[in-house]
């Protein structure tokens, strides 16, 4: 007795997508490669992709890619791996990314915000556009000199050398050292550090104008500046050399991320100062590490994974020919347990 043979398993093709959703090969194409906008509705658009789902098509990327001339590949630049922020911003760009059939290489510059090598032999074959989050223009010399499109993640807008960026994304900084600020003040602090990053990059700068404008508005105020590494030791250091420091004792500490607060926590316990009963401290980012600290910290939101969301937007954008969004990204002030009116004004 033989056995019937099994009918062979075929690979389902867009034409099989096509005739489950009742429509053109041509509109699969346009609704599977993201370009159906203003040429097919949504009813039809959400039909074809239902069909694609439940036939588990996928469609040849090789062969796609050899059609548009594109790798749909980009590449993310990060001054570095180790922080958070840095992290949240890469998963929201690849996830943007993964609903257009993109890859994101994210790539940590070898000297922080300093100069980013070229990471492949040609990154012109290799990728379709570069996204750079929080560096200098400049920095990115190499890859600018490739000719592809290059957005711009928290930088600055105005600076002559980005004059070839496809496109900036930025969060609305100055409106979140505004809001910590102004929180601090309305408290009745008078007497303020800034623990400031020693890293020379527009986003800290933008922080210091912001803070001196909200203190400028308030008289009886006095600012002291002290700048750290972005790491606790160093900000532990800063931070009870500010404390020490001949007259009288500052009664908050406005850092510059949350890592900074975390030192001048540190500093505060160490020299036998409460938070938030002796000295006040907030931070920016509010990383993981703002509701570890205990008490837990008063700080700026912002939205990393929108920024990375938004960033690979704005190059999908730029590859098609669209104008990208370029209104800033808002913040949130996050007000938690280290802040507290001065116990003596």
């Known amino acids: 007795m033989t056995t019937p043979a099994h009918p062979a398993r075929t690979t389902p093709t867009s034409r099989d997508v096509a005739r489950a959703a009742g429509v053109s090969q041509a509109t699969v194409s346009l609704v599977l490669g993201d370009k159906w906008h203003g040429r097919v509705s949504p009813r039809t658009a959400a039909a074809v992709r239902t069909a694609a789902a439940d036939l588990g098509y996928r469609p040849n990327q090789a062969a ?19 922080n958070e922020f840095f992290a949240r911003v890469y998963a929201g760009a690849a996830a943007t990314a993964a609903e257009h059939g993109f890859g994101v290489v994210l790539y940590p510059s070898p000297d922080g ?30 890859l600018r000199g490739t000719g592809l499109p290059l957005v711009m993640l928290d930088s600055d807008p105005h600076d002559p050398a980005g004059g070839d960026a496809a496109a900036h994304v930025n969060l609305d900084i100055a409106d979140g050292m505004h809001r910590v600020t102004g929180h601090l003040l309305g408290l009745g602090h008078r007497r303020l550090v800034h623990l400031a990053s020693a890293v020379d990059s527009w986003t800290f700068d933008v922080r210091a104008r912001a803070l001196a404008e909200t203190l400028r508005a308030t008289p009886g105020t006095t600012l002291r500046t002290v700048r750290s590494a972005l790491d606790v030791h160093s900000a532990r250091e800063a931070a009870t050399r500010a404390l020490t420091a001949p007259g009288p004792r500052p009664t908050a500490l406005i850092c ?29 980012d509010d990383l993981a590490l703002a509701t570890a600290l205990e008490p837990e910290l008063t700080t700026v939101r912002l939205p990393a994974e929108q920024v990375g969301n938004r960033g690979m937007a704005a190059l999908l954008a730029v590859l098609e020919g669209r104008t990208p969004d370029s209104t800033d990204l808002p913040v949130t002030l996050v007000v938690r347990d280290t802040t507290a009116a001065p116990a003596h004004p």
């Open 113 to 142: 915000i300093g100069p980013a090598r070229d990471p492949f032999a040609s990154a012109r074959t290799a990728l379709d556009g570069v996204i750079a989050s929080s560096m200098a223009t400049g920095a990115l010399g190499a």
């Open 64 to 82: 796609r890619s050899l059609r548009l001339g594109r790798t749909r590949t980009a590449l993310l630049v990060v001054p570095a791996l180790t």
């Open 256 to 284: 510059d991320d949350d890592i900074l607060a975390a030192g001048a926590c540190k500093a505060l316990h160490r020299l036998g100062l409460r938070v938030p009963d002796d000295v006040s401290v907030t931070g920016f």
